[in-house]
Every structure is written in structure tokens, then in C-alpha cells.
């Protein structure tokens, strides 16, 4: 490849990763509409998918491809190890992330829409990286046309495979979260996690046997697609759920905490953004920041008592409603 080709490859590679990565992550930031997660730790789980996990994935796969050498280097041990080994690799690096989200900043994951935000960042991440480096090697083998089909077939028909098989794993997670019971806290999200490793390879042997037969591409649209739709449903009941906290969990604060029109304001998309209006309108730019952070201690203050009276308060979440219960008394009325 000539240095020119070189520059050019990398420079429209990325644009051609890096743009839709952002217009899908732009949107799936978009689904989190009651209470919005901290950027910072957005873009370190995405940062974790685009760098860390990657080179912890291909460290895995070195070892687990190990045990499946014996099988030789045909479409038998391609499928080993495109369906077997680079999934759970690429999980478990993944989730690794999750895992470490869930030990050290725990209170950001409260429910499946938390976890479905998370694991689909870490995914883009981990997707933007992997695309470039198959596009450069596309282009390296084939030259520009091969490139660009390469780009169609990993941006456009699959640009969502690794968002959806780590928000499976993140809406385990989630879940694990609010559970009553051993089994919801542990093993759905195990079960979340074989979920995602199934649909991964899936994926990975329709992709493989599309060498073979057509068929193998129409297995792996037909089973991203079904994924795709399947977190899409599971975002929009986790916004219905998170509706009927802010309801159940607001309402005694009615007349202690929130007006009326404050608390019909915060159970409601619209209310929402009409408040963060009026405040701008009433105030600039200022008084919708400080309208933003009540609906935001509102909005914490609701989960973390609905926490409470699913798991049960500890002293670490009594504090945390105390304090948040003490921000929404102390500020100057947004109504």
C-alpha cells in the first residue's frame, strides 16, 4: 500500500466507523430520558470498548484458541472459533467493564435502562475500533471496492452487533439491580450474559458460513435484527418503569418536597421538558440548569427510594436519600 493510499485509507476508514458510531450512541444516550448518567463515566465505558477491551479480547482469544488448534484451520476450526471463542472473549471483555461499573460507581446502574446505556456504549466503543481495523485490512487485500463493501456490510447492515450483544448483558445487570429474590440479583444476569454470547455467535456463524451459502448472511441479519428489536422493546418498558417509580416513589413528597404542578411536571416527558422551558424563558440559561439539577435530585431521590423498598435501605442509601431529600428542600421554587 502506497503512503498516500495509507493516509487516505485511515482517514475515510475512520469517518466511516467513527460517524455512525456516534449518531447511534448519540441516540441510545438519547432513550435515557429521566435521569441522565454522568458523562465522564459514559465516556470511559466507551473508551473501555475502544481500547482495553479490544487488546483484553485478543489476549483471550490467544489463550482459548489454544484448545481448539486441533481442529485445524478449515471451516471447522473457523466456526470453533469464530462462534465459540471470539464471543466469549469479546464478552468477557466487554463485561468486564460493566463489572468494574457495578463495583466502584454501583449507584449509576439502577435499573435495565441504566445497564442497556452502559453495555451499548462499551459495544460501540469495541465496534468502532474492530471496524477500522478490518477496514484497513480490506483495504490492504482488495483495494478501495473491497473496502467499501467491507464498510457496508460492518457499518451499515452490522453497525449495531456489538452495541445490542453487550446491552443484553448490561440489561442483566440492570435488572440484577432492583430484584427481590437470589435468582433476579445473580443469575438473570448470568443468564443475560449466555444471551449475549449466543447472539454473538449467531452472528459470527452466519457470518462464516456465507462462504458457503447466502444463507449464512440472511442468518445473521435475521438474528441482529431480532437483537436490535428486542433491546428497543426492552428500552421502552424500562421508560414505562421508570415512569411508574417516579409516580409511586414522588407522590408522598407532595407538599413536603414538590408541588403539585412540580410533581405532575416530573412524571411526564413532556412535563419535563416544558418546565426546563419555562425556567429558561423566566430565568436564561442559568435557571434551566438549576431546574435540569432538581428534576435530576427528583428523579434520584425516587429510584433510590424505590431501592430501598425492594432491597431494603442500608445506612450508605439511607444517607443518599436523607441528602437528596435535604437538595430538593433547600432550593428556591422552579414552578
Not at 160 to 184: D, K, P, S, V
Not at 232 to 240: C, P, R, S
Not at 254 to 276: D, I, K
Amino acid at each position: 500500500m502506497d503512503p498516500l493510499t495509507l493516509i487516505f485509507g485511515i482517514f475515510f476508514s475512520f469517518c466511516a466507523t467513527a460517524v455512525p458510531t456516534a449518531l447511534w450512541a448519540g441516540l441510545v444516550w438519547w432513550c435515557d430520558r429521566y435521569e441522565r448518567e454522568p458523562l465522564p463515566l459514559l465516556s470511559a465505558a466507551f473508551l473501555w470498548g475502544a481500547l482495553p477491551a479490544v487488546l483484553v479480547a485478543l489476549l483471550l482469544e490467544s489463550w482459548f484458541d489454544a484448545p481448539a488448534a486441533s481442529l485445524g484451520r478449515g471451516l471447522v476450526g473457523e466456526v470453533v472459533a469464530a462462534s465459540g471463542i471470539a464471543p466469549l472473549a469479546e464478552e468477557l471483555a466487554k463485561g468486564a467493564a460493566l463489572l468494574l461499573i457495578l463495583l466502584f460507581w454501583r449507584d449509576e446502574i439502577d435499573d435495565v435502562l441504566d445497564g442497556i446505556l452502559y453495555g451499548a456504549l462499551i459495544g460501540f466503543g469495541f465496534g468502532m475500533t474492530e471496524n477500522l481495523l478490518y477496514f484497513m485490512a480490506a483495504l490492504a487485500e482488495g483495494g478501495w471496492g473491497h473496502w467499501g463493501a467491507t464498510v457496508f456490510l460492518r457499518s451499515v447492515l452490522f453497525g449495531l452487533n456489538h452495541a445490542f450483544f453487550t446491552a443484553f448483558t448490561g440489561a442483566g445487570l440492570g435488572y440484577g439491580r432492583t430484584a427481590r429474590t437470589a435468582w433476579g440479583r445473580y443469575g438473570v444476569p448470568l443468564l443475560a450474559l449466555a444471551a449475549a454470547l449466543l447472539a454473538h455467535g449467531i452472528h459470527n456463524l452466519g457470518a462464516s458460513l456465507t462462504s458457503l451459502n447466502a444463507a449464512g448472511l440472511l442468518l445473521s441479519l435475521f438474528n441482529d435484527g431480532a437483537g436490535v428489536l428486542l433491546v428497543v422493546a426492552m428500552i421502552a418498558l424500562a421508560l414505562a418503569q421508570e415512569r411508574r417509580w417516579l409516580r409511586a416513589e414522588l407522590a408522598a413528597e407532595v407538599g413536603r418536597l414538590l408541588s403539585e404542578a412540580e410533581y405532575q411536571a416530573l412524571t411526564s416527558l413532556s412535563g419535563r421538558w416544558r418546565l426546563l422551558a419555562q425556567a429558561r424563558r423566566a430565568g436564561g440559561l442559568a435557571a434551566a440548569r438549576a431546574a435540569g439539577r432538581f428534576q435530576q435530585a427528583a428523579t434520584e431521590l425516587a429510584f433510590r427510594k424505590h431501592r430501598a423498598r425492594v432491597r431494603g435501605a442500608d445506612a450508605r442509601l439511607a444517607r443518599q436519600i436523607a441528602d437528596l431529600e435535604t437538595r430538593l428542600s433547600a432550593r428556591g421554587s422552579t414552578s
